[in-house]
């Protein structure tokens, strides 16, 4: 026989009743006081897990529950009667440090693993799999709060415009031609020589880069490495990455109410989220690829690398290159492949 010291309340009100909870080795419980005495049997009742030392729940058929502070005469009778095995090995296993420490160290590899490898495996898996109609969907709207935001009109030539729009088609002639690519001119004192691949197709260039390339050839090579970005979908990736982290984070934290949908998050994302180093020389590499094929000199990419390295202390909120690595380790790596 077990003897416990409880509380009862009987389900409808907050009032709390002393009584005595007794076990008997053949199953039979008795919960008795002055003013009660209620007989039931040790499979009817749903004992609680035990959570470190706080108070257990004892909770009754008919609604109402016991509460005890005498956790190690509850353990007894789960023990007798085996009655929740499970929760009990897990009290054992919390109350070991080695185990405590262990489970921390497994949890937080688990976690750093889920973002480094399964998350960039799941961007991938979801941006490969999305009709380009969503694609374009979302690149408009990113448009759209793009020009609300940084962009003006650009005061290029319409001439230049239009010479500059036909190299692009001759350059992207041997692409998958999944996207139907545009470029797309801007002026933007903020960002001041740069480019911008959105997803969907369109390549934004601002007027100060077209100043700054000495030649068409330059621009080409800028153009290169944003249809890289485009045709492997780094963009939408990099965007789908941050928001599985910040869902997976959410979720594990409980709250999800601070996740943002894609359309709202992708125009800052595209301008102040910098993109991975494994992106940034994968989009180098398929630019040297097409530069090859196009039969343009790989020295006009190095160039406007160059330039747009010494440009950089004119415009540090929005530099093209802060997103990429080192201007001489791309430079590097660019002729490194040509070998």
Known sequence: MISIKAHYYDGKSSVQTPVDLVFYESGKVLIQSDALQWEST?????????????????????????ETDDNAAIDRVCRYFNKNQPQ????????????????LLLTAATIWAGIEFGVPLAAKTVANSLPAHVEHKIGKEALIKLDDWLFSESTIGKGTQAELNRQLQQLTAHTLREHRYRLLFRNSTKMGANALAIPGGDIILTDDLLDLAENNEQILAVLAHEIGHIEHKHGLRSLLQNSLTALFMAGLLGDIASVTSLSVALPTFLVETRYSRQFELEADRYAVELLDKQNIPIEHFTRILTL?????????EFDYLSSHPATDKRIGTIYDRRK
């Open 88 to 103: 009990s090995l897990l009290h054992s296993l919390e109350k070991n440090r080695t185990y405590v420490f262990a489970a």
């Open 308 to 316: 747009l390295e010494q440009s950089h202390g004119l415009n540090p």
């Open 42 to 66: 040790v499979d009817r009742l749903s004992i609680a897990a035990r959570l470190g030392n706080t108070r257990r729940n004892i909770f009754l058929p008919d609604g109402g529950k016991l």
